[in-house]
């Protein structure tokens, strides 16, 4: 696995602290903030290769963080995590850009995958 820098957007603490703890184990730097206007902020700050966002966030939600990512960097890979899956959810993840649509609680292993497929899509 490529090691890749990560954003991840989570308004959970503890799902926040288990995908950063997750993804900096097997090699990543990962930033972590709790909405999507900090996502925003970090976006317009740093260069991220992946952003790996929940959906469902206060204001502004995980599709306006993938749209914002992909506005910055048209190359960045982006994968959305949801607890409330539906069909009309997924194709609107995907037509943002959205590479992964995974169902919380995502698996480990999972997680793992999608972000090593993803980043090696940037390789």
């Not at 995908?19 to 930033?31: E, F, I, K, N, P």
């Not at 992946?50 to 914002?68: E, F, H, P, S, Y």
């Not at 960097?73 to 899956?85: N, R, S, W």
Request: proline residues 2%; negative net charge; glycine residues 6%.
């Amino acid at each position: 696995m490529s090691a890749g820098k990560i954003l991840v957007v989570e308004d959970e603490m503890i799902a926040r602290r288990v995908l950063r703890d997750l993804l900096v184990h097997v090699g990543h730097d990962v930033t972590t903030v709790s909405s999507g206007e900090e996502a925003i902020e970090q976006l317009d700050a740093e260069h991220y290769d992946l952003v790996l966002t929940d959906l469902q966030l206060r204001k502004v939600d995980g599709l306006a963080v993938v749209a914002a990512a992909r506005e910055r960097d048209p190359d960045v890979e982006a994968i959305v995590l949801t607890g409330y899956a539906t069909l009309d959810s997924a194709i609107a993840a995907v037509r943002q850009g959205a590479t992964n649509y995974i169902l919380k609680p995502g698996q480990p292993g999972e997680i793992e995958s999608s972000v090593s497929t993803a980043l090696a899509r940037r390789a």
